[in-house]
């Protein structure tokens, strides 16, 4: 482990955010948000920070990067970030506490989208564009974004690119890792100009328009008004939310694969027609057990059961109505949906579908054995036949993230939080959704949780973000030893 290199690397993504941070200064001078000093004051303690780190950690540059350096710079940058992004609500004095600016931070860049603030119409424009920008930001992420603008980190940036997007079959679009994460962000930008644009045009102001665009596409779900996306009451705005939160749940390699001419790119992703399968069926499923019960209009019901099924699903976490109050089905469904998430390469979180794929590929393949002891069978993924190894490693993942989902929920309850909230939060946190049930329902916010549950929840956001083992792999004494 060549620590010197580490944090060489992680002194240069910290100036880079500093950089970032001259934006929301921008946006604050130009609505007069009265917070230059608090993002001054964040922009220099960033700064100063990547400058001493780059001072003291000099290192050569360097034509290879393991796999556990890699893992390494990413989760030692992630939790940078986090206490970056903190330092402005932390200097505004909006959010006295730092550790809830830390929680808000950690929020916003892993596109959780949780939140500690009561009033959040009250946040200044600056600092409403800056939790929006975190969002957006953290939802591709910003070590693809790094790799994309700086070419010195290319070199071995496939390890980075890896750490910071784990899939159990990483895309690489082009042969320079460089070319991939440029494409990706090109996707992205295109998307991100595309919803601006329908949520102008559905009577939303620019500002409004763009914070939501930002907080969409990673799936994150920040807004800026206090009652969320409820707040404008607009069918239209509801529908295109709908779609670009399906379009963010996609692999984005798909994306890629249609705007080169390839209509069919979704149909023939297998994973993909699991994930709008899976969509259409929970959400008819919860339109259908609402319709009547809260609401005497079928558009009506159709509208806000799939709103809220696509939400959570994709890991976007918006909220349009208040599902506590919906019938015990559609509860369910919501909870179980949770565990869910988008497509692999998507911007969502969650187990990703194509890992829940091949899980019950691979239950199916040992019931087909049972009967057919002698037979030989493969399971397979767009037709291709997918390796022992990954499907051991897939099985793995889903063990240790339930495995941390049970230790996470335990320890909020050993808190003092109550049964539903500690369950909830935890399934919310580590897949990066948002509102759960209970004190943190989808009218409700994590304020009023103890600080120490809020310190397990910001773990838990990170392990979700970062797909468990880029963090996780942290703790293993092995990972240490030469």
Same mark, same amino acid.
């Given at each position: 482990?060549?620590?010197?290199?580490?944090?060489?690397?992680? %002194?240069?993504?910290?100036?880079?955010?500093?950089?970032?941070?001259?934006?929301?200064?921008?946006?604050?001078?130009?609505?007069?948000?009265?917070?230059?000093?608090?993002?001054?004051?964040?922009?220099?303690?960033?700064?100063?920070?990547?400058?001493?780190?780059?001072?003291?950690?000099?290192?050569?540059?360097?034509?290879?990067?393991?796999?556990?350096?890699?893992?390494?710079?990413?989760?030692?940058?992630?939790?940078?970030?986090?206490?970056?992004?903190?330092?402005?609500?932390?200097?505004?004095?909006?959010?006295?506490?730092?550790?809830?600016?830390?929680?808000?931070?950690?929020?916003?860049?892993?596109?959780?989208?949780?939140?500690?603030?009561?009033?959040?119409?009250?946040?200044?424009?600056?600092?409403?564009?800056?939790?929006?920008?975190?969002?957006?930001?953290?939802?591709?992420?910003?070590?693809?974004?790094?790799?994309?603008?700086?070419?010195?980190?290319?070199?071995?940036?496939?390890?980075?690119?890896?750490?910071?997007?784990?899939?159990?079959?990483?895309?690489?679009?082009?042969?320079?890792?460089?070319?991939?994460?440029?494409?990706?962000?090109?996707?992205?930008?295109?998307?991100?100009?595309?919803?601006?644009?329908?949520?102008?045009?559905?009577?939303?102001?620019?500002?409004?328009?763009?914070?939501?665009?930002?907080?969409?596409?990673?799936?994150?779900?920040?807004?800026?008004?206090?009652?969320?996306?409820?707040?404008?009451?607009?069918?239209?705005?509801?529908?295109?939310?709908?779609?670009?939160?399906?379009?963010?749940?996609?692999?984005?390699?798909?994306?890629?694969?249609?705007?080169?001419?390839?209509?069919?790119?979704?149909?023939?992703?297998?994973?993909?027609?699991?994930?709008?399968?899976?969509?259409?069926?929970?959400?008819?499923?919860?339109?259908?057990?609402?319709? %009547?019960?809260?609401?005497?209009?079928?558009?009506?019901?159709?509208?806000?059961?799939?709103?809220?099924?696509?939400?959570?699903?994709?890991?976007?976490?918006?909220?349009?109505?208040?599902?506590?109050?919906?019938?015990?089905?559609?509860?369910?469904?919501?909870?179980?949906?949770?565990?869910?998430? %988008?497509?692999?390469?998507?911007?969502?979180?969650?187990?990703?579908?194509?890992?829940?794929?091949?899980?019950?590929?691979?239950?199916?393949?040992?019931?087909?054995?049972?009967?057919?002891?002698?037979?030989?069978?493969?399971?397979?993924?767009?037709?291709?036949?997918?390796?022992?190894?990954?499907?051991?490693?897939?099985?793995?993942?889903?063990?240790?993230?339930?495995?941390?989902?049970?230790?996470?929920?335990?320890?909020?309850?050993?808190?003092?939080?109550?049964?539903?909230?500690?369950?909830?939060?935890?399934?919310?946190?580590?897949?990066?959704?948002?509102?759960?049930?209970?004190?943190?329902?989808?009218?409700?916010?994590?304020?009023?949780?103890?600080?120490?549950?809020?310190?397990?929840?910001?773990?838990?956001?990170?392990? %979700?973000?970062?797909?468990?083992?880029?963090?996780?792999?942290?703790?293993?004494?092995?990972?240490?030893?030469?």
């Amino acid at each position: 482990m060549r620590w010197h290199y580490i944090f060489n690397v992680v %002194g240069i993504l910290s100036i880079f955010i500093g950089l970032i941070l001259a934006l929301p200064l921008g946006v604050d001078y130009l609505y007069g948000g009265g917070e230059l000093l608090a993002f001054t004051k964040a922009m220099g303690v960033t700064l100063v920070a990547g400058v001493l780190l780059i001072l003291f950690f000099r290192s050569p540059p360097s034509d290879h990067i393991s796999p556990r350096e890699g893992m390494a710079i990413v989760s030692l940058s992630w939790m940078a970030m986090g206490f970056y992004g903190a330092l402005p609500f932390y200097f505004s004095g909006d959010i006295p506490g730092f550790s809830d600016a830390l929680f808000e931070s950690v929020s916003g860049f892993t596109t959780t989208g949780s939140s500690i603030l009561t009033n959040i119409e009250a946040l200044s424009k600056g600092l409403l564009f800056w939790r929006s920008l975190t969002q957006w930001l953290g939802g591709m992420g910003i070590i693809v974004l790094s790799l994309a603008i700086l070419p010195f980190l290319g070199v071995g940036g496939m390890q980075l690119f890896k750490a910071e997007v784990p899939s159990p079959v990483p895309d690489k679009l082009k042969p320079r890792i460089r070319e991939t994460a440029l494409i990706l962000w090109k996707v992205y930008i295109l998307f991100t100009v595309a919803e601006t644009i329908l949520l102008m045009l559905g009577g939303m102001d620019l500002f409004d328009a763009l914070c939501h665009t930002f907080t969409t596409l990673p799936t994150g779900g920040f807004s800026t008004k206090n009652s969320s996306l409820a707040h404008f009451d607009s069918a239209y705005i509801d529908w295109v939310v709908i779609f670009f939160m399906i379009l963010a749940g996609i692999n984005f390699t798909l994306h890629f694969q249609l705007l080169r001419g390839q209509p069919l790119a979704f149909w023939k992703d297998s994973e993909c027609r699991f994930f709008l399968g899976l969509l259409l069926v929970l959400g008819l499923a919860v339109s259908i057990n609402i319709f %009547g019960d809260q609401y005497h209009s079928l558009g009506q019901a159709i509208r806000y059961g799939v709103f809220q099924v696509v939400s959570i699903v994709t890991t976007t976490g918006f909220a349009t109505a208040d599902y506590e109050l919906w019938p015990a089905m559609a509860q369910v469904i919501i909870l179980f949906a949770m565990f869910v998430g %988008g497509s692999a390469g998507s911007t969502g979180g969650g187990m990703k579908c194509l890992r829940i794929m091949l899980c019950f590929k691979f239950c199916y393949r040992e019931l087909f054995s049972l009967i057919h002891p002698r037979a030989v069978s493969r399971i397979r993924v767009n037709r291709q036949v997918v390796a022992d190894p990954i499907i051991h490693s897939v099985l793995g993942f889903l063990a240790l993230y339930l495995g941390l989902f049970a230790a996470g929920a335990i320890a909020l309850a050993a808190i003092g939080v109550d049964f539903t909230t500690s369950l909830t939060t935890v399934a919310s946190s580590i897949g990066n959704i948002g509102p759960a049930f209970g004190a943190a329902g989808p009218v409700e916010n994590y304020a009023l949780l103890p600080l120490a549950a809020k310190w397990v929840l910001i773990w838990c956001m990170l392990l %979700g973000r970062l797909e468990i083992y880029t963090v996780i792999i942290l703790l293993v004494p092995e990972f240490w030893r030469k």
